[in-house]
Structure formats: C-alpha cells, structure tokens
Nanobody, 113 residues
Framework: QVRLVESGGGLVQPGGSLTLSCVAS????????MDWYRQAPGKERELVAR???????DYADFVKGRFTISKDNTKDTVWLQMHSLKSEDTAVYYC???????WGQGTQVTVSS
C-alpha cells in the first residue's frame, strides 16, 4: 500500500531552522506533484509548498523566502527546509501526493522560546 512517512520535526527557537523529510513507499514520487501541508490547533490544514513532478516549485505567501521544497526521485524523498521560523509556523506538517488521500502521520514542529 501507499505510505508516506514524515520526520524531522521538533522544538526550535524563533529564527531557527529545521528540515523535514517525507519518504514514500508503494508509489514513486517521480510522476507526481508532491505537497507539504500543515495544520495548527483549531485551524484548517493549509498548503505550504508544492514541488511538481518536473521539479518546479510553488509556495504559500506566508513561507516565501523562508522555506524550500526539494526532492530526490531516486530516494522517493521530499524535503522541506525551513528557516527564520516563527511561532506561527507551529503545526503538524504533512506530505501528500497531490490530489490524493495519501497522507503520512505528520511531524510536529514547535517554534517557541
């Protein structure tokens, strides 16, 4: 079956950095657009970044210039590099095969001093 496993979250101070990883199995990422979403307590899940199958990237306005999405098709892995983190970035972060019901368990990012 298709599985996505996110990792790399943790506690970081404002202004700090984290890199999240998403490893896919059961389906190769090569042919799919891949998304990173996040969900904060009491809020709806929101799209953070997208990397298209061809490698082009897109970002939500609130992370432009701070986050970078990347991938390695050979490793079936997608990363989200996060810099200049703010308290409002605190959320559970999920990866997703775009337009599908395939989600991982999420990884918690907490930005706090």
């Amino acid at each position: 079956q298709v599985r996505l496993v996110e990792s790399g979250g943790g506690l970081v101070q404002p202004g700090g950095s984290l890199t999240l990883s998403c490893v896919a199995s059961g389906r190769h990422i090569m042919y799919s657009d891949m998304d990173w979403y996040r969900q904060a307590p009491g809020k709806e899940r929101e799209l953070v970044a997208r990397i298209y199958a061809g490698g082009m990237e897109d970002y939500a306005d609130f992370v432009k210039g701070r986050f970078t999405i990347s991938k390695d098709n050979t490793k079936d892995t997608v990363w989200l590099q996060m810099h200049s983190l703010k308290s409002e970035d605190t959320a559970v972060y999920y990866c997703n095969f775009r337009g599908t019901a395939y989600w991982g368990q999420g990884t918690q990012v907490t930005v706090s001093s």
